[in-house]
């Protein structure tokens, strides 16, 4: 591959040497608590693929990314050769603020408090290294630094970076607005991003007034974009691989009026309705939730129910499929997280491997026999409980007709949309592919006509939207990586699945005109499991 992509065989050599020196390295690192670590999940995993032992380095990331915060200087850091990297400084945190440390530095050694001799951490596992970093708040650590712009014999600087909470926003809920045009009038869609269901349980267990959430997250930008004055929401849920399931909960309450918002049923066959929303719906006005294949667990909770009552088109594709339930059990040493108990819909049917079957389909570039739960070879099946009565709001399905024809019509018409799905059949094309030729010139061969099959597809594109074709297959890789020559000049195709999400909620609303919650149309439940 690095030959193909254009080096020289002593380079590539060399390269590789290089790599596999650090992969090695690395292995030798390993410690006591690593192999304990491998060896239980090589048991569990036998038994079922989401119960593992979370080693207490592991369960303290875990909390990490539950709370999206941390006690430290707010530096993300990776391991290059034998240093330890700051790769980004994390806007407004405590190394931000101090102002000397920068990407690209090196951090070689480490000491805690104004006097405390420094360690040097030249050679460490980065782990190790961030373990000294990490501190409790109001505490001062000390690294020795060597500036990015020092060769590796220059002088290093010493900075003392007084450590704090550092709230990770970037991985937290996000809004943007989608501009369309339909016809002669223009319409704008507030979107909220949301990539994991996260919340900060010690937090809220200690009472904190601010704890994190993603539904207190949300409904402040909810806030934020009614009186921006959109006409409707998206909630993106893509990728969202879970997380809290009593945050999964709040959330439906933010959109639904009281009632239950999912079942779970336990080993002995008990099922649990305690779930529920419990206040009037914070939000009633149009509402499209967009799924993916990556789309699980919390996100397929919370994308069924509001499915089940009604209260939004869910469009995408069908999601991940995982319908059980977690729980974690301390240890001596870390934690086990072990799977307890599967969670059903209102309406009885579970997310188990076959997931959630959006309203309307999308195309997608995942290969459902490779991604999802249905691709586990001992997956546990799909199967169905009774329902429980629950109301529900809106008769999508006398609109589904419509709603999709629309969606046929403007797809067809949208070069964004022929380019996506060109490119999932060239994507298929490549993965039924089973043997690959090791002869260089043809391999070589091989990767140009590739190159330039995907040019052509572009440059298709391109012509369809007037805009200036490009001359190679360079050019598409930099527009990609965000170069500045290209910046901003084609956004429509940044997200053609997003864009198509905004249109059909505004179908919906012209087609609709009660698409703000109405009063409840009636209820619902099934006389007996499927």
Do not use: C
Not at 52 to 61: I, Q
Not at 84 to 107: Q, S
Not at 445 to 459: D, K, P, S, V
């Amino acid at each position: 591959r690095l030959i193909l992509s254009g080096k020289e065989p002593d380079a590539a050599r060399e390269l590789l040497i290089k790599r596999y020196s650090n992969q090695l390295a690395q292995l030798s690192q390993q410690d006591s608590d690593d192999a304990f670590q491998f060896f239980i999940n090589a048991l569990t995993e036998v038994y079922d693929p989401h119960t593992s032992y979370l080693s207490p380095r592991t369960l303290d990331n875990f909390n990490i990314a539950m709370s999206l915060s941390l006690e430290g200087i707010g530096a993300v850091l990776q391991r290059e050769d034998e240093f330890t990297k700051v790769v980004r400084v994390v806007p407004a945190g405590p190394a931000d603020k101090e102002g000397t440390l920068k990407a690209g530095d090196k951090i070689v050694g480490v000491a805690q408090g104004r006097t405390e001799e420094i360690t040097d951490v030249i050679g460490w596992r980065l782990d190790d290294v961030v373990d000294l970093i990490r501190g409790k708040k109001d505490t001062i650590v000390r690294l020795e630094v060597l500036p990015s712009a020092s060769e590796i014999s220059g002088q290093t600087t010493i900075i003392s970076i007084t450590r704090e909470k550092v709230r990770l926003e970037e991985q937290a809920a996000k809004k943007e607005v989608l501009e369309l045009e339909v016809g002669e009038d223009n319409y704008r869609v507030g979107v909220i991003n949301i990539p994991a269901f996260y919340m900060d349980f010690e937090a809220f267990r200690n009472r904190d007034p601010n704890f994190k959430s993603t539904t207190r997250d949300v409904q402040k930008l909810l806030i934020e974009l009614q009186t921006d004055g959109v006409d409707g929401i998206v909630i993106d849920l893509r990728n969202n691989g879970g997380g809290s399931l009593m945050e999964a909960t709040a959330l439906t309450d933010l959109f639904i009026n009281p009632g239950p918002v999912v079942q779970i049923r336990h080993s002995s066959k008990r099922i649990s309705r305690e779930q529920r929303s419990r206040r009037k719906a914070f939000y009633d006005g149009p509402l499209l939730v967009l799924i993916n294949r990556l789309s699980a667990s919390a996100s397929e909770i919370f994308a069924g129910a509001i499915q089940d009552y009604r209260r939004a088109l869910v469009v995408g594709s069908p999601s991940f499929g995982k319908g059980t339930v977690q729980v974690l059990a301390p240890l001596n040493q870390g934690q086990l997280k072990f799977t307890e108990s599967k969670f059903y819909r209102v309406s009885g049917d579970s997310t188990q491997h076959r997931g959630v079957i959006p309203d309307i389909i999308f195309p997608s570039y995942y290969d459902n026999d490779q991604i999802g739960e249905s691709s586990q070879e001992y997956a546990l099946p799909w199967d169905s409980i009774h329902a429980v009565k629950h109301a529900y709001y809106q008769p999508l399905g006398k609109w589904l007709p419509a709603l999709k024809e629309r969606h046929a019509q403007r797809v067809a018409k949208s070069p964004d949309w022929q380019y996506m799905l060109d490119e999932i059949a060239f994507i298929n094309e490549q993965r039924d592919i089973k043997s690959i030729t090791l002869h260089q010139e043809k391999r070589k061969a091989l990767q140009q006509a590739r190159e330039n099959h995907l040019l052509g597809l572009e440059n298709k594109r391109r012509r369809a939207l007037k805009l200036p074709e490009l001359a190679s297959y360079q050019e598409i890789q930099a527009e990609k990586e965000g170069s500045e020559e290209k910046a901003g000049e084609d956004d429509n195709a940044k997200d053609p699945l997003l864009r198509e999400a905004g249109h059909l909620l505004m179908d919906y609303l012209h087609l609709n005109s009660s698409a703000s919650m109405p009063k409840l149309v009636g209820t619902e439940a099934k006389p007996s499991p499927k």
